[in-house]
């Protein structure tokens, strides 16, 4: 069956532009993750959607980043007025409940100029 | 506060001969703990986790890992390399209680013909 699905590929922006990232995860996946993996990095969380539960947002950088899931399947990745330092892969992953593996989308890549 | 530590960024093995990539965690409770690939531009693939049970757990593409508590370690192993296995490794953990996972920062292994 399908896989978790991220979109773009890729995104090149100009710094002080906004940015969507858009995941869709495998169907029936009630966990949602969003990780960010910059150069030689390890995969630093984001934030976490569990059904209809609030939002774990513990690992949101800064208020320029938001994120939210419609319906409890797509979720859209908001960057505002992105920094150089955005510049990262950005990883979506689903699982069907907490205790099980995360299955990861291959990422968009963000370039910010 | 969930840590996981790789503590070797590059791991160089010669095909056929055995290899270990190292992980120690370091989380409250009894640990969740699992190790996923990542190859190019890709995202990550699980391989194997540790919930509860024998310490020795077996995972895909013959590799397997074995749980030690007293030293707090989730070593990753497989008895003969293959060129293919070429790629970025990560340990994950979390507590029973926790939600998301904390990952490790990566160990490269590359295996030379």
């Known amino acids: 069956g399908a896989g978790v699905s991220q979109s773009p590929s890729n995104k090149v922006t100009e710094k002080g532009k906004d940015v969507e990232l858009r995941c869709d995860p495998i169907?029936?996946?009630?966990?949602l993750y969003w990780y960010r993996q910059s150069l030689g990095q390890g995969l630093e969380f984001l934030i976490y959607?569990?059904?209809?539960?609030?939002?774990?947002k513990s690992g949101l950088p800064s208020d320029r980043f938001s994120a939210e899931r419609t319906g409890g399947s797509v979720s859209t990745l908001t960057i505002q007025r992105t920094q150089q330092e955005d510049s990262a892969v950005y990883l979506c992953?689903?699982?069907?409940?907490?205790?099980?593996?995360?299955?990861f989308g291959d990422g968009t890549r963000l370039s910010i100029l | 506060a969930q840590s996981v530590a790789q503590p070797e960024d590059q791991v160089n093995v010669a095909e056929g001969n055995p290899l270990t990539v190292k992980c120690t965690y370091s989380?409250?409770?009894?640990?969740?703990l699992f190790w996923y690939v990542q190859y190019p531009n890709r995202g990550l693939q699980f391989l194997l986790k540790?919930?509860?049970?024998?310490?020795l757990v077996k995972g895909s593409y013959g590799f397997e890992a074995e749980f030690n508590k007293s030293q707090t370690s989730f070593h990753l192993k497989k008895p003969s390399a293959l060129v293919s296995d070429s790629a970025l490794y990560f340990c994950?953990?979390?507590?029973?209680?926790?939600?998301?996972?904390?990952f490790g920062s990566g160990t490269q292994l590359t295996v030379l013909p």
């Open positions: 169907s029936g996946h009630t966990a």
């Open positions: 959607f569990q059904g209809n539960s609030a939002p774990d």
């Open positions: 540790y919930i509860t049970g024998d310490n």
């Open positions: 994950a953990a979390r507590s029973g209680s926790a939600r998301q996972l904390t």
């Open positions: 989380v409250s409770g009894n640990p969740y």
């Open positions: 992953a689903s699982s069907p409940q907490v205790d099980k593996p995360q299955h």
